[in-house]
């Protein structure tokens, strides 16, 4: 992945290496847009708004350079789109941290899976987490890691066009939405899709990926499906307890958004068959 050819981002507030967070205040109301899950639990969101600053990424740490270019080009890439649709995008806030950080959504913690508030419009991340799954899912690729970035931002993106208003709605209304087939997968795997229609119109403007990218991201996305995670832990699967779809729904999912690059083609609250 060619990941140095893309504008890098502005929006990328650095609390790493002992710098306070910011805290924001906000009233929870449920479990929400959550990460990608690893081995064990996600985190969940809550509504807020708060301003926060974008200091720049120094280009001294390759690290964050990667994560600034890769936000830059979904910024670029949905500021397009939006336009096309007379829509204005408003870019999300990436938080980078490596120690307990206190986020609109609740807690964070080092190594914690990366995860979107839609309150506040900020996505939470701590590199750590990259380093956890290239030891322990193979997950190595620049491309898996900016599929994972990308994922998050589909939230974002979910939220702006209220496309996941059935799963949120739920929420709101203290309703089930865990379980195969249920609205909290269906978010997800939304989310996979609009990772997708990035990925496609992403390649379209920088021809950026190498080969293999796509593979790697495929392989990303089959990893994180819960019942490959549920067999990882030696248990049985239970379709009743998933959060994220299935490893083949997520493959297919983000291939669909990948092929089509479309975000109509994301309906996965109106579909059938996941």
């Keep these: 992945m060619l990941w140095k050819k893309a504008r890098p981002s502005n929006n990328v507030n650095d609390t790493r290496q002992g710098k306070k967070a910011r805290t924001s205040t906000g009233i929870k109301l449920g479990a929400g847009l959550a990460a990608l899950a690893l081995a064990s639990a996600g985190l969940y969101s809550t509504l807020d708004n708060t301003p926060t600053e974008h200091p720049r990424v120094p280009d001294k740490d390759p690290q964050l350079s990667f994560v600034q270019s890769v936000l830059g080009e979904t910024e670029d890439t949905w500021k397009q789109l939006f336009a096309q649709a007379g829509q204005h995008y408003p870019p999300p806030t990436l938080v980078l941290f490596d120690t307990d950080t206190t986020s609109a959504c609740g807690p964070a913690t080092p190594a914690s899976a990366p995860f979107y508030c839609p309150g506040n419009q900020q996505v939470y991340l701590d590199l750590g987490v990259f380093a956890q799954l290239e030891q322990h899912f193979a997950v190595v690729a620049d491309f898996a890691r900016a599929y994972i970035i990308a994922h998050e931002v589909g939230h974002h993106v979910q939220l702006q066009l209220g496309m996941s208003e059935p799963f ?38 920088l021809n950026w990926l190498e080969p293999g990218d796509i593979e790697a991201a495929l392989h990303a996305a089959a990893v994180f499906g819960d019942d490959h995670l549920q067999r990882l832990r030696n248990a049985t699967v ?28 994301c309906d996965t609250f109106g579909a059938t068959d996941l």
């Design 168 to 205: 949120e709605q739920a929420l709101l209304d203290q309703e089930p939405v865990v379980g195969d087939g249920g609205l909290e997968v269906r978010s997800e795997l939304q989310a996979d899709c609009l990772a997708g229609v990035w990925a496609h119109h992403a390649q379209q403007r």
């Design 238 to 265: 239970q379709p009743e307890t998933f959060s994220h779809g299935t490893s083949a729904q997520r493959v297919y999912w983000f291939r669909t958004g990948f092929d089509s690059g479309r975000t109509d083609a």
